[in-house]
């Protein structure tokens, strides 16, 4: 008897919890109009740096789902937390999105694990689709069959 299949998907409608490291207010305002545009997604925390953020970090029970940061910052810089970040057993499975306008720095972040990088764009709509298309690449359905009752 042959059996047949269909395919489950995981309720992926939950809020997503947005962590943003950036030290420029004006940017940190932006993000943050952009992000309150996209469905199912929270701001979970501003850190103004690395070091802030790896504080912020060691201080939660709940971790956030994924973390966007900048790369030119003071204190710590984003590549310095990232490296943190990712040699941590607790937090290196949470996704990290490298935002800036260092464009120069794309292939060293992509071989430290970020997810995806975004140059700042000059618009909040493109700023909004940017963030989204990141979230969306991290919380895309894993497609898992399940046996028919038929």
């Given at each position: 008897m042959k059996s047949s299949y269909k395919v489950k998907l995981p309720h992926t409608n939950r809020h997503k919890t947005v962590f943003l490291v950036e030290d420029d207010e004006d940017d940190q305002f932006l993000f943050t109009e952009a992000l309150s545009e996209i469905k199912n997604a929270t701001l979970f925390a501003i850190a103004n740096n690395g070091k802030e953020a790896l504080e912020r970090l060691a201080q939660t029970?709940?971790?956030?789902?994924?973390?966007?940061?900048?790369?030119?910052?003071?204190?710590?810089?984003?590549?310095?937390?990232?490296?943190?970040?990712?040699?941590?057993?607790?937090?290196?499975?949470?996704?990290?999105?490298?935002?800036?306008?260092?464009?120069?720095h794309i292939e060293m972040a992509a071989s430290l694990g970020v997810i995806s990088f975004i140059v700042k764009p000059s618009s909040c709509q493109l700023l909004r689709n940017k963030i989204e298309q990141a979230i969306n690449l991290v919380f895309v359905p894993n497609l898992q069959p399940i046996q028919s009752t038929r």
């Open positions: 029970t709940i971790l956030p789902d994924i973390i966007f940061t900048d790369i030119n910052m003071p204190i710590m810089n984003g590549i310095e937390c990232l490296t943190q970040i990712k040699s941590n057993l607790i937090t290196e499975s949470i996704p990290v999105v490298i935002i800036s306008s260092a464009s120069q």
